[in-house]
Nanobody
Framework: QVQLEESGGGLVQAGGSLRVSCAIS????????VAWFRQAPGKEREFVSA????????YYADSVKGRFTISRDNAKNTVYLQMNSLKPEDTAVYYC??????????????????WGQGTQVTVSS
């Protein structure tokens, strides 16, 4: 069983930066494919970014490419999402998700078996 716990959300002004974290327990981070999704009020959950089990391949939604960076610290068993140049439209609850395999579409939420509770990110204009 894999447990995920997000942290690091908060309120930031447009143009600012924030880093959210996903602490993983039950499996080492090198054994899980990890993704970030987000859900804004009244909208469907959408894919943000993902990293493969090896850590060698990363994926980004077009809306965040060039602004967000996914990374991980194997020693801390934690995956991070560094968010720069934030926009009000980035406001959402950010969720960490994990699965045991690579290969499938990283942006399909149904492919992920494990989810955290989410952390709120609010970007003011």
């Amino acid at each position: 069983q894999v447990q995920l716990e997000e942290s690091g959300g908060g309120l930031v002004q447009a143009g600012g930066s924030l880093r959210v974290s996903c602490a993983i327990s039950g499996r080492t981070v090198t054994n899980v494919h990890v993704a970030w999704f987000r859900q804004a009020p009244g909208k469907e959950r959408e894919f943000v970014s993902a990293v493969t089990r090896s850590g060698s391949i990363t994926y980004y939604a077009d809306s965040v490419k060039g602004r967000f960076t996914i990374s991980r610290d194997n020693a801390k068993n934690t995956v991070y999402l560094q968010m720069n140049s934030l926009k009000p439209e980035d406001t959402a609850v950010y969720y960490c998700a994990a699965r045991h395999y690579d290969g499938a579409d990283p942006g399909t939420s149904q492919e992920y078996s494990y989810w955290g509770q989410g952390t709120q990110v609010t970007v003011s204009s």
